[in-house]
């Protein structure tokens, strides 16, 4: 038990649907971040958050909408995506944002695939 | 190009056998961090060790050992006598500017290594 949560575990979408990914840390951190991990590939850095404050986009189309309603939640809405989108996306907290210098902590991820 | 390489995709050793997990780094930084991950089949990834880049003391951790050369830009993992319960994805991870200090630090993380331990 890392301290951060993910829900849900595993999610199957159309590419039509709207869903959300949802993420909860228990480790009073200021900064959190969602990630993508695709089958042979990095992790790729999608979003970072810095006491609710969007701090990094990297690029990342707009079909997929982050939301921090408070240092402890994130969220990340999905609408219209497409099937390579497929992935698990985790969710990290760590202490502050000091330039990706920081320990991470991460939540299991939610395995994503969209039909 | 990609700043971290892990060469070894994938590696499978029996119980009780020694092995090293490859990482190759690539940076113009003087200051710059170096990470390892560990991914259980759980998913969660779960931080192993930081070493900065003006300490290249290496560091035991029970079974786990890790060596930076700066010399050669690699900092490996090493687990002694491995176990079953050290299956999983091992993931080493930079973190450093791109020689630019104004556009801040970013974390990069390797491909991974799958490492299966058998009874």
């Known amino acids: 038990e890392t301290g951060v949560t993910q829900t849900p575990r595993h999610l199957v979408m159309g590419m039509t649907n709207k869903k959300s990914l949802k993420c909860e840390q228990h480790?009073?951190?200021?900064?959190m971040y969602w990630y993508k991990q695709s089958a042979k590939k990095p992790l790729e850095l999608m979003f970072v958050?810095?006491?609710?404050?969007?701090?990094e986009n990297n690029s990342v189309p707009s079909r997929f909408s982050p939301e921090c309603p408070n240092s402890s939640h994130l969220f990340l809405h999905l609408h219209t995506l497409q099937p390579e989108d497929s992935a698990l996306y985790l969710c990290?907290?760590?202490?502050?944002?000091?330039?990706?210098?920081?320990?991470?902590?991460f939540g299991s991820g939610t395995q994503l695939s969209v039909l | 190009a990609q700043k971290v390489t892990q060469a070894q995709t994938e590696i499978s050793v029996v119980e009780k056998e020694d092995v090293t997990l490859d990482c190759v780094y690539e940076?113009?930084?003087?200051?710059?961090?170096l990470f390892w991950y560990k991914q259980p089949p759980s998913g969660e990834l779960v931080f192993l060790i930081r070493?900065?880049?003006?300490?290249?003391q290496n560091e035991i951790s029970g079974r786990y050992s890790w060596n930076f050369q700066k010399s050669t830009s690699s900092f490996n993992f090493t687990i002694t006598a491995s176990q079953v319960v050290d299956s999983a994805v091992y993931f080493c991870?930079?973190?450093?500017?791109?020689?630019?200090?104004?556009?801040?630090?970013?974390?990069?993380f390797g491909k991974g290594t799958s490492l299966l331990v058998t009874p």
């Open positions: 958050y810095n006491f609710k404050e969007q701090t």
């Open positions: 990290a907290s760590s202490q502050d944002r000091q330039g990706a210098r920081e320990k991470l902590f």
């Open positions: 940076t113009r930084d003087t200051t710059y961090y």
């Open positions: 480790l009073g951190h200021n900064a």
């Open positions: 991870a930079l973190s450093d500017t791109g020689g630019n200090i104004d556009s801040g630090y970013a974390l990069n």
């Open positions: 070493r900065n880049s003006f300490d290249e």
